[in-house]
């Protein structure tokens, strides 16, 4: 009876997305079929001596890492959803892994600015019959693990879940990032630039092929870098942004205040940070001279999207209120 009593002001730390299961089970499935890819392309390289095979199967393998560690971080996640050593439970892993995911992205990104450059300054030739095959191969694998990682339930999702908190909140665009999935997110971007790197490949040898515009290779390179390069730095700085706790959306937290200052109240102490996927928690005290339960400060959040764990510290002060 005593923990059924207790039950009620006990906090659950389950602080998975909502698509957790299904995101990792794509995840999974894209990192089979690069791997899959990658072993045909170094071992076709091996048995046929292409280089230019193999070059391509160690560039799969750079994402094939990547990929991994955003499977492995949906897997980890879920097996500790309930292990009591991670304070706020375990969903913001996946922001550790897209933030590693990231990086490995800006690095691959810097490795084919630097042999762009160096093509360009010394240009070597091209086998071309060889070459736009394997392009045109890898385009494909991509272009299904783009499909596989483009998640259209969960925009659907979020474009309710905006609409929702614009009749709430009266708010729209970044404050509602608490809802992406980063991780997804980063593992979606890998195969997404690799098939527009490859679409620029294939046009570029296409070209160096029938009009014997060679630059044109290079070129493709430094325009995939710029892109990867500029990605890769947005996914860094939103992933570390959840990492260390920055707050999840300043008019939302202007919101909260507001309605718990309300006959005389005043806010003391607030902290908003996301804790997971479409999770936020906030901490917040309150100085009073007619002090309530915290339940009823707590009914005073009702309605604004995300807020999954709340504490409300109420402190008596007879001087608060004049």
């Known amino acids: ?78 097996k500790n959803v309930g292990n009591d050593w991670f304070s706020f439970g375990t969903g913001k892993f996946g922001e550790l892994a897209a933030f590693a995911s990231a990086v490995i992205l800006a690095m691959v990104a810097l490795l084919i600015g630097y042999e762009s450059v160096m093509r360009l300054i010394h240009p070597v030739a091209i086998a071309f019959a060889e070459a736009i095959p394997i392009a045109v191969l890898g385009l494909g694998v991509n272009l299904l693990s783009v499909f596989l990682l483009h998640d259209h339930d969960h925009e659907a999702a979020h474009d309710h879940d905006d609409d929702d908190d614009h009749d709430h909140d009266h708010h729209s665009g970044p404050e509602h990032d608490h809802h992406a999935d980063h991780n997804f997110r980063a593992a979606y971007i890998h195969v997404l630039t690799d098939a527009i790197t490859a679409v620029l490949a294939i046009s570029a040898l296409a070209a160096g092929a029938y009009f014997g515009w060679v630059w044109l290779d290079p070129v493709a390179g430094l325009i995939g ?44 102490d607030l902290h908003l940070w996301r804790v997971g996927p479409g999770h936020l928690a906030v901490i917040a005290a309150i100085a009073t001279a007619r002090p309530r339960p915290p339940d009823d400060y707590k009914a005073q959040l009702a309605g604004i999207d995300g807020l999954s764990h709340v504490n409300i510290e109420v402190n008596s002060d007879p001087e608060a209120n004049c």
């Open 1 to 78: 009876m005593q923990s059924q009593s207790l039950a009620r002001w006990q906090h659950a730390h389950d602080f998975l997305g909502a698509r957790h299961g299904v995101h990792e089970r794509r995840t999974w499935a894209v990192v089979s079929l690069t791997t899959v890819m990658m072993i045909v392309e170094i071992g076709g390289g091996t048995l046929l001596g292409s280089m230019a095979l193999m070059a391509d199967g160690l560039h799969m393998a750079t994402h094939v890492a990547a990929l991994s560690i955003a499977a492995v971080a949906y897997s980890f996640a879920r």
């Open 225 to 268: 870098f710029c892109v990867i390069s500029v990605w890769a730095f947005g996914l860094i700085k939103s992933s570390a942004a959840v990492l260390l706790d920055a707050v999840a959306g300043h008019q939302r937290l202007a919101l909260i205040k507001q309605r718990l200052e309300i006959d005389g109240d005043r806010v003391t």
